[in-house]
């Protein structure tokens, strides 16, 4: 028996990357787990990996930004399901670009899926967490949460405010007395399908910024979700991954607001 077996779990983005990641390592637990994303068809290879491994899981086409929608799956999974325990609110894109040559639309669409995305998988599946007696709220924030860097300004926007929504979050469960508790995650560079996805605005070369990322994101999938359960089952506040996060998170808490100045000489002399 671990922290997961005979639970019933739920994740977002389950379609490529963590989140797939996330709900095998589930599985292989013994949890009992609802897979959705956007993309019908690595949903689907999802939902076949899980079933060759032995398990059922629910699978469902799922928007996280658009919120009737997310009351309306909530409502499926309660009915397949009966309970839930545990949201991994983890889909997610990138973008990038600087600010000034940002589109405002490309600000709300970020925040609407990164962080929008997160308050809608919360709000709406913490009634049931509390209800089941033994919730866990999981949302998936980045190492980009805890320090910005230029050319990231969107995704930097939704990733600090997701940390202090899920910070808020923690101690209104602990201070109020509910049976949930709240972790948040931040990823550094995971080797995903992250920044295949993502945009970018006109005139930055998107192979280019895959290659960068491909050179520098240096966990797997599969590590990542090994290391966020390890976070969840002993209710860690903060999950970091990989030295990468550790050495950022480090430089946030030593430098306070000067690791600014070093980032932005970094930026300037790489060109980034
Ligand atoms: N890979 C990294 O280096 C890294 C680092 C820090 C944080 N993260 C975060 O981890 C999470 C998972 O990303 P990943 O690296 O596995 O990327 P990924 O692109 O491989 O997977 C993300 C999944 O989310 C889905 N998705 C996108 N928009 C959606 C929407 N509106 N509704 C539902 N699903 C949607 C995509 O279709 C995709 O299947 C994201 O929140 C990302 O920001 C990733």
New binding site residues.
């Given amino acids: 028996m671990t922290y997961f077996t005979g639970k019933v779990a739920v994740v977002?983005?389950a379609?490529?990357?963590?989140?797939r990641a996330l709900a095998a390592e589930l599985a292989v637990r013994g949890t009992r787990v609802a897979i959705?994303?956007?993309?019908a068809e690595?949903l689907a290879a999802t939902e076949r990996l899980l079933v060759d491994r032995g398990a059922r899981p629910h699978a469902a086409l799922?928007?996280?930004?658009e919120r009737p929608r997310v009351v309306e799956y909530a409502r499926e999974v309660i009915d397949h399901f009966g309970v839930v325990h545990q949201i991994y609110n983890?889909?997610?894109?990138?973008f990038t670009g600087d600010i000034e040559a940002m589109d405002v639309t490309h600000l709300e669409r970020v925040m609407d899926?990164?962080y929008w995305?997160v308050v809608h998988g919360t709000q709406v599946f913490l009634p049931h967490l509390i209800a089941s007696g033994d919730g866990h709220v999981v949302n998936?924030s980045?190492?980009?949460g805890i320090i910005a860097v230029p050319s990231q300004g969107a995704y930097n926007a939704a990733?600090f405010a997701v940390r202090g929504f899920t910070e808020a979050l923690r101690m209104e469960m602990q201070a109020r007395g509910r049976p949930v508790k709240v972790t948040c995650v931040h990823?550094?560079?995971?080797r995903?399908?992250?920044a295949r996805?993502a945009r970018q605005v006109e005139g930055l070369d998107h192979d280019a910024l895959v290659s960068s990322f491909d050179r520098v994101?240096r966990t797997s999938?599969e590590r990542a979700a090994d290391v966020i359960l390890a976070g969840v089952a002993k209710n860690r506040a903060r999950v970091l991954i990989g030295a990468d996060a550790r050495a950022i998170d480090l430089l946030a808490r030593v430098t306070g607001p000067h690791y600014q100045r070093i980032v932005a000489r970094l930026a300037g002399r790489s060109g980034l």
Avoid at 15 to 19: C, D, L, N, Q, T
């Fill in positions: 977002t983005g379609g490529s990357g963590i989140g959705s994303d956007v993309d690595g799922l928007d996280v930004s983890n889909a997610g894109i990138a899926v990164d995305g998936v980045s190492v980009f990733k990823p550094g560079g995971i995903t399908n992250v996805n994101a999938p």
